[in-house]
């Protein structure tokens, strides 16, 4: 199955997981950026309130791909706001994957809004799941929700 992953990172942790899961899956893998990086605290109001922000054009055609995996720091408790503008970019009929990745608290509470948003998108979640790292990076514990 095609699969390419889309991440976003602030820290540094999820790009290591993203990299770690690209070379297990045999994946493509694309960085999300956002156009204009905001102050921290301004992030996490607009994680919080699951706003949009403005990102760079994602450069992989993703009608070519069977699957995508979207991963995203979590930031109160939701994924990043840049990871609500990647999913208003998801074509219709892909089977996609969540990993939520923190070293703090999971998205319990947050998880089927999350997975709301790629459904709206005619897509279907096949997995999500909450991935907890050490501060070196390694993967503590995955929690499928």
Sequence with gaps: MKTI????????NTKRFALKKALELD????????????????GLCR???RKMTAIRPIKAQLDGFEKI???SPVWAAHPVSAINSVIECLPGGKKV???M?????GTRKSAEKTKALVTARA???????D???KQKGSEVFSQKL
Excluded: N
């Design 131 to 133: 991935v907890h790292i």
């Design 27 to 42: 994946a493509e893998i694309e960085e999300i950026v956002e156009v204009k990086k905001p102050l921290l605290v301004v």
């Design 5 to 12: 992953i889309l991440y976003y990172s602030h820290s540094g």
């Design 123 to 129: 897509c279907e979640v096949i997995e999500y799941t």
């Design 97 to 99: 994957e969540l990993f």
């Design 47 to 49: 994680a919080l309130r």
């Design 69 to 71: 995996i979207i991963m």
């Design 101 to 105: 990745v923190s070293a703090g608290g």
